[in-house]
């Protein structure tokens, strides 16, 4: 058994790219009434046949300057809609004027909305850049810092070195000196007993 599915009124709208005010016109001048229904919402309920329907009516639209009424007719003659549907009423021209400048104005308000909505996520992201700028540049600060730390610490260990080589010298020196002088005050007499027998035996031979 086939299944007969039905689409909302603003499915149709969109999937044939037409303001749903003007998809409600169209219902009224080419789907019959058994493929068009109303939900407890009052919304509409558009059969598969109506929405091909609907989907002719839009591409003869599009193709040409014919009004309404002429696709109508066309459609009825073509055999596509019943003789029930050319008793309704084609819009006057102020209607479908009217139609179609609040539709341009719907549309001009959802374009602005998207605009406006495009807008604040630029400001947003451009807020989260910012942050992030803010945060890299607290970072390179603080690495900054660290570095100048770090050399003012490299020139206080390069100080310390040239203190401590400095007092090693003057500590090699002093006891450089100390040993000349030692050497040089070292008593030349020997507790060696026997040294001082011979040293004596060779005074008396000379």
């Given at each position: ?151 003012e610490k490299q020139e206080f260990l390069r100080l310390e070195m040239r203190r401590v080589t400095f007092e ?21 007499w020997s507790l060696n007993p026997f040294r001082w027998f011979s040293r004596s035996n060779q005074a008396a031979e000379q």
């Open positions: 058994m086939d299944v007969q599915v039905w689409m909302a009124s603003k499915e149709v709208a969109d999937r044939l790219d037409v303001h749903v005010r003007t998809l409600r016109n169209w219902l009224d001048l080419f789907v019959p009434a058994k493929e068009r229904l109303k939900n407890p919402q009052g919304h509409y309920l558009i059969s598969e046949t109506g929405f091909a329907l609907l989907k002719e009516v839009k591409e003869r639209k599009d193709k040409g300057n014919s009004s309404l009424r002429d696709i109508q007719r066309q459609m009825f003659e073509e055999g596509h809609i019943p003789e029930e549907l050319l008793m309704a009423e084609e819009p006057t021209a102020a209607e479908e004027t009217a139609v179609a400048m609040s539709s341009h104005q719907l549309d001009s308000q959802t374009k602005l909305r998207d605009a406006e909505y495009a807008v604040h996520e630029a400001l947003v992201a451009f807020q989260h850049e910012l942050t992030q700028l803010r945060s890299l540049n607290q970072s390179q600060t603080t690495i900054l810092e660290k570095m100048a730390d770090i050399e090693m010298d003057l500590m090699q020196q002093r006891l450089t000196r100390r040993k000349e002088r030692f050497a040089k005050h070292q008593p030349r």
